[in-house]
C-alpha cells in the first residue's frame, strides 16, 4: 500500500463527513469550507493511538550521562531521590582544569549544541562552536547539558520516580532556573571542575549564565548573557502563559499522566505556533514571506493559507512530538519564576534550607510546596516600587564581579532590549566595571541568538579572549 | 443548595481521579499538582452540555435592524441571498443629511458603541461619543453597525441560511473588508445619506475607513484611521493564525457545525487570551501587575498564578461564550486578506462581476471561491519589491483625497506604528494634501483607542470639526 494510499484510508472517517455535505451542499447558498489542517490533526491522533511510544526520546542520542545519587532538594522544597544530567563536551580540558566554557541552554535545548562523533548531527549552536569559533575549541573545553526537568536525557517529568517505578508526570517538583544551575555544578564537580571559565548563555540560558555567576561567583570567570532578563516580565509571562494553557487544555493532556496514552500532540503543536511567533520578528517575516501564499491558485481557506501560516504550521508539526508537554510545562514555569533579586533567593534558600531538614515525605496535595513561605512570599509579592525593585536586583547580584557581556536584539518582543538594559544596568550599580553592553538591529528577534553568528558569535568570542 | 455546593458536585469526577492520586502519593516523591484550571473547563463543558443555546446572542440587545433583501455577492464569489446589518445611531441627522458619521468596529465589535434608551449598558466607545465629546451628538449623527460576519445581530455564520432553514455554519461565504464596507453602504442608502461626513474607525475598523474612502471617495468625506493597516503584515496574520489554530483544534468545533452541540469554548478561550497579549503592551501590565501574585502566601501553580495569568484567564473566560467561534473565523480571514493594493482590488472586483454574471449554484468543494483567479493570484502573490509593493498601495488609494487622520501607538505589536507610517505614506504620495500623522506614545498598546479618551479622543475631535 503506497504512503497515499494509507494517509486515504486514515482520512477516512474526516472524508465521509464531508462527502455527506457535499450531497447537501446542492441546496446551501455555498458549498462547505474543507478543513485539510483539521484533518491532519485527526489523522495523527489515529496514528498515535496506534504506537503510544513518545518520540522525543529518541529525538537526540550520543549524549554522556552524569548520575546523581544523592537526594536534591529544590528551591521550592521538592525533592528528587536522585537525578541525572544527560551532557556533551567538545574541545580538551587543560591541566589546570580551567578551560572549561558551560553554554546553558534555553528552554527545548538539547545538549546537542554541536555535532561530534557520537552524534553527527548539527548541534543548535553548530557554527557557534568548533576550532577558530566563537567558542574555540582549540583553546576552551565546552561543556553543554540537557536543564534538570528536561527531556533529553536529563531527569524530568517524563522520568521514572525510583520510589514508585512509575514516571513523575505532574508529581515532578516544580523547579526553579537555579535548582538546574545547581545541578549542572553537581556535574562540573564530578568533572573536578571547581572554576568555570566562562558562564554563557541565551535566553533561559542567559537567566542561568546569570543565576550561576551571580550565586556562584568563585566558580564562574566571565558572564555571557543573551537575550535573557534579570526577572521575568509580565509580558513574558504572558506569552508563556498562552502557551502552557493550549497545553493544558488538551484532552490527551490529563493532568499531565498521559505516557500511557497519546501525548497531547495538538496543544503541544499550538503552543509551539504560539512560542514560534514570540521567536521571530515582523522584520524578518516581511522580508521572507511578506503576503504571499502557499497555492496561489487556490482559493483563500481558513486552515494555512498565507505562506507566513504555513511556515508556522510546519514548525509546530514538527515540534509537537519531539519535546515532552511536562518538560514544558515545568521549564517555561521555572522562566516565569526567574527573578535574580536579593529578597527571592534568600527565600528560596531559606525554604530548600527547611524542606532539607525535613525528613518527612512531604505532605500529599500542597503542589509541591512543603514549607509556610506565607510570610516571606507575602512580603515579595507586595507592590514594589521601581526603586524598591532595582535595590533588590542590584542587591541580588552584588557578587557577580566577573567580565560580563549583555547582549540584546532591538527586534525581541520576547525580552525587550528594555530587559537587556536593566541586566547591565543592575551589574554596574552592584559596582562591575566590566561590562559590555551590546544592542543588535538584528533581523531575527529573539531568535537571532540561534542565527546570527557573524554579530552574535564575534561579541561573545571578543569577549571570552579578550585580555 | 449552595452554590459552592453544587461546583463541588460538578467537579466530583476531577476530585475522585485526584483523590485516588493523593491515596498513592504517599509512598510518591512528591505529590501531584493541582490543576484547578482544567477543573474549570471540564466544569464548563458539563453546564454547556446541559444548556445548547448560544449566549452570544444574547449578549447586544436594542439595536435597529437593516433588511437586504436581494442577493449579494461577496468578493471572493460566495453569496448571501439576503443580509441584516444590526445598527444603532446617535444624535439626529441633519435636514440636508450631510452630518452622518460612521463608525466602523474592530474584529469582534458591536453596534453598541454608546448607550441610549434602549440598551443603557455603556458600549465599547462610551466616552467617546455625546455632547460635546470626540464625536459630537451635538453636531453629528453618529452610525454603528456589527459588522457582516459578526454575530451581534448582522448576518453572519450563525445565520440562518434561508434556502436550507439550516444555520450557515461554515458554509457561509469568505469575507472581506470591503464586503462589509459595502454592505454598510447599502444601510446608508436605505437611509437616504449619499455622503459620509466621516468615516471613523481603530483596528479592522481603520481598515474599513481606508476601504470606505479609498473605493467610495465620493461617498466620504473624512478619513479616521487609527491602529490601523493598509495591508495585513505577515506578523500580525501570524497572532490571528495562533487564535484560529487554537480554536479549530478544540473538538466541540466540529468544522463549524457546532450550534447543535456545545460551542468551542475551551478553543475560544485559548483564541481570546492569545488575543488578549497582542492588543495590549508590556509598560501597562509592568506597571499594573508587575510580578505580583494572585495568593501570595500559596506554593507556585502551573495553573494561573502570577497576576498578569489570572487576568488573562478572566478576560478569555468572560469571552468564550461572548463570541460566536465561526465569526471569529471568517472576521479575523477577512483582515489576513486585507490589501488596499490597486492589483487586488481590481481583482477581488472581476471575480464579484464574474459570479454576479453566473447564475449557477457555486460548484460545491471549493472552498467559496467561484471564478478561476488562478492568474491574477499568481500574479499577486509573487514575491514583490519594496517599490512595487509601494506603488500598488499608493495606486489603490489615489482617489481617497479626503482630509485624513492617521493614528498610531508606539507600544502597539499587532498594528506597529511602521504600518501607520505607511497608511499616511501612501496617502501622501497619491497626491493626498491634507493627511495628519500623530503618533502616540500611549501605555496600553494595540487598545489605546478604546481607553485613552484623552490623546485618541481630542485627535478625532480636532480633526472632525477642523474647518
Redesign the interface.
Known amino acids: 500500500m503506497s504512503r497515499l494510499a494509507g494517509f486515504r484510508l486514515l482520512a477516512t472517517a474526516g472524508r465521509t ?2 462527502a455527506s455535505r ?1 450531497f ?12 485539510p ?2 484533518d491532519r ?1 485527526e489523522s495523527r491522533q489515529r496514528d498515535l493511538m496506534a504506537g503510544p511510544e513518545p518520540t522525543y526520546e529518541k529525538v537526540v542520542t550520543g549524549y554522556s550521562l552524569y548520575k546523581h545519587k544523592q537526594p536534591f532538594v529544590c528551591d ?6 536522585q537525578f541525572d544530567i544527560a551532557y556533551e563536551t567538545w574541545g580538551t580540558l587543560n591541566s589546570d582544569r580551567s578551560n572549561a566554557i558551560m553554554v546553558h541552554t534555553g528552554l527545548s535545548g538539547s545538549s546537542h549544541a554541536h555535532s561530534h562523533d557520537k552524534n553527527m548531527k548539527p548541534g543548535w549552536w553548530e557554527k557557534f562552536i568548533g576550532p577558530g569559533r566563537a567558542l574555540d575549541t582549540n583553546k576552551f573545553f565546552v561543556i553543554c547539558t540537557n536543564v534538570l526537568g528536561g527531556c533529553y536525557g536529563s531527569t524530568g517529568p517524563g522520568s521514572v ?4 517505578g512509575e514516571r ?7 523547579l526553579t532556573v537555579n535548582d538546574m544551575v545547581r545541578a549542572q555544578f553537581h556535574l562540573l564537580d564530578d568533572m573536578g571542575i571547581s572554576r568555570l571559565y566562562a558562564s554563557v548563555g541565551a535566553s533561559m540560558g542567559g537567566m542561568q549564565s546569570l543565576c550561576a555567576a551571580a550565586l556562584f561567583p568563585e566558580r564562574v570567570g566571565r558572564l555571557v548573557s543573551i537575550s535573557a532578563c534579570a ?5 513574558s ?3 508563556r ?2 502557551q ?3 497545553l ?2 488538551d ?1 490527551n ?1 490529563n ?2 499522566f498521559y505516557y500511557d496514552g497519546v501525548q497531547p500532540h ?1 496543544g503541544m ?2 503552543a509551539r ?2 512560542a514560534t ?1 514570540t521567536y521571530r ?2 522584520p524578518e ?2 522580508l521572507r ?5 502557499r497555492a ?14 504555513t511556515y ?2 510546519h514548525q509546530s508539526e514538527r515540534f509537537c512530538l519531539q519535546y515532552d508537554a511536562n518538560s514544558l ?2 521549564v517555561s ?1 521555572a522562566m ?2 526567574f ?1 535574580i533579586s536579593q529578597s527571592v533567593t534568600q527565600r528560596l534558600q531559606t525554604q530548600r534550607e527547611q524542606a532539607a531538614a525535613s525528613s518527612s ?9 512543603h514549607v509556610n ?2 510570610e516571606a ?2 512580603e ?5 516600587t521601581s526603586d524598591e ?1 532595582m535595590e533588590d536586583l542590584v542587591a541580588g547580584v552584588k557578587n557577580a564581579q566577573q567580565p560580563a557581556l549583555v547582549l540584546g536584539v532591538q527586534s525581541d ?1 520576547l525580552f ?1 532590549v ?1 530587559q537587556q538594559k536593566e541586566i547591565a544596568d543592575i551589574l554596574r550599580r552592584a559596582g562591575n566595571s566590566k561590562v559590555t553592553y551590546y544592542e543588535l538591529d538584528a533581523l531575527y528577534g529573539h531568535d537571532t541568538f540561534l542565527i546570527d553568528v557573524v554579530n552574535v558569535g564575534a561579541a561573545i568570542k571578543g569577549h571570552l579572549e579578550n585580555a
Chains 1, 2 share one sequence.
Not at 447537501?24 to 478543513?35: D, E, G, H, Q, W
Not at 515525605?361 to 510546596?369: H, I, Q
Open positions: 463527513q464531508i457535499r447537501l451542499s446542492s441546496i446551501k447558498s455555498n458549498p462547505p469550507m474543507s478543513f489542517c483539521i490533526l521550592h522544597g521538592g525533592v528528587l531521590p520516580d525510583p520510589r514508585t513523575y508526570a505532574t508529581t515532578f517538583p516544580l526577572r521575568s516580565h509580565p509580558y509571562i504572558a506569552l502563559f498562552a502552557r494553557q493550549a493544558m487544555a484532552p493532556f493532568r499531565g495538538v503543536k499550538l505556533a504560539v511567533v520578528s515582523g517575516w516581511e514571506f511578506g503576503r504571499r501564499r496561489p491558485e487556490q482559493p483563500p481557506a481558513l486552515c494555512p493559507d498565507f505562506l507566513i501560516e508556522l504550521d510545562l515545568y514555569k516565569d519564576m527573578d515525605t512531604p505532605p500529599a496535595g500542597t503542589v509541591c510546596m513561605e506565607q512570599a507575602g515579595a509579592s507586595r507592590a514594589e525593585i518582543i525587550p528594555k
